[in-house]
């Protein structure tokens, strides 16, 4: 073989270790995001799973405060209302793909904490009411509840950080730009107006 020969198998050789260690690049790139945005998904369902305790514990607190306050109908209106608003959203178990449809979520979800927080502030004219053992029991669980969803939103939020990172380093951006919308940047929960300010609990 003369030396124009070994030249180009030395080139196609190069060329072939550069095409292997491309493709092994993408691969793992590939299957990083894709462990990621597992991972996202089944946090969005410790969120889902969170927000759903909340909801079901909406109709036995109504039915708890409207038997000593049967006056307040606006009010119970307005938390079956908004909780009907929270049912109506249905993500297929995923992660919201846009920021706007985590957005609309986070929208519902906070209407239904406004009304819970009204109906609680109805709950301070009847002191009977509030010291029943079925009421302290399901005050107690709501307690309970959002407090996880605090938790379980922080925990989303780090969940979709790792996704965006990794999804945004070299070279897995550019792995990424091959398959449109599957990879793109997951959207954070946001702090609700207002926030900077410590909530006052009216229980």
Known sequence: MGLGGKIALGCGGILVLFLVILGLSAVGSYNSLNSLGQGVDAQWGQVENVYQRRADLVPNLVATVKGA??????????????????????LGGKAPATPEALASFQKAQEGLGSALSRLMVVVEKYPDLKATQNFRELQAQLE?????????????NQAAQAFNTKRNSFPTLLIAGFFGDRFRDKAYFKAQAGSETAPKVAF
Do not use: W
Not at 144 to 156: H, L, Q
């Open 144 to 156: 309970g509840t959002e407090n996880r969803i605090a938790v379980e939103r922080m925990r989303f």
């Open 69 to 90: 306050a049967a006056f307040e109908k606006d009010t119970f209106t307005a938390v079956t209302e908004a909780r009907a608003k929270v049912g109506q959203i249905n």
